[in-house]
């Protein structure tokens, strides 16, 4: 069974030679924008170092009523600044 990646999936990233739990904030052409458990994120990983986690794998048989009782709420938001070096200028979009 393959799954998809988008916004808000669970994945697993390749950072430093381990495979990182984290988050999906974008999707791009062949490249994921991560956010890691730990709080540090990567832009434009490239699709070949993201992997759909395990447990997001086993959630793929679960019914949707089963995942609204199983999700928790988040307050994961999108903060292009986090990511920026220290000087550079982010421009955001108004929404």
Same mark, same amino acid.
């Given at each position: 069974?393959? #799954? /998809?990646? %988008?916004?808000? #999936?669970? /994945?697993?990233?390749?950072?430093?030679?381990?495979?990182?739990?984290?988050?999906?904030?974008? =999707?791009?052409?062949?490249?994921?924008? =991560?956010?890691?458990?730990?709080? &540090?994120?990567?832009?434009?990983?490239?699709?070949?170092? /993201?992997?759909? !986690? %395990? #447990?997001? $794998?086993?959630? /793929?048989?679960?019914? !949707?009523?089963?995942?609204?009782?199983?999700?928790?709420? !988040? #307050?994961?938001?999108?903060?292009?600044?986090?990511?920026?070096? $220290?000087? &550079? =200028? =982010?421009?955001? &979009?108004?929404?």
């Amino acid at each position: 069974m393959s #799954s /998809v990646i %988008a916004m808000g #999936s669970k /994945v697993e990233a390749l950072k430093d030679g381990a495979w990182v739990p984290g988050t999906v904030l974008g =999707v791009h052409q062949d490249a994921f924008d =991560v956010l890691y458990e730990g709080g &540090e994120g990567d832009m434009m990983k490239p699709s070949t170092e /993201v992997r759909i !986690s %395990a #447990s997001a $794998e086993a959630d /793929v048989g679960i019914s !949707s009523a089963e995942k609204k009782k199983k999700k928790k709420s !988040s #307050s994961i938001g999108w903060n292009a600044s986090a990511f920026a070096d $220290e000087g &550079e =200028v =982010v421009l955001e &979009e108004d929404g």
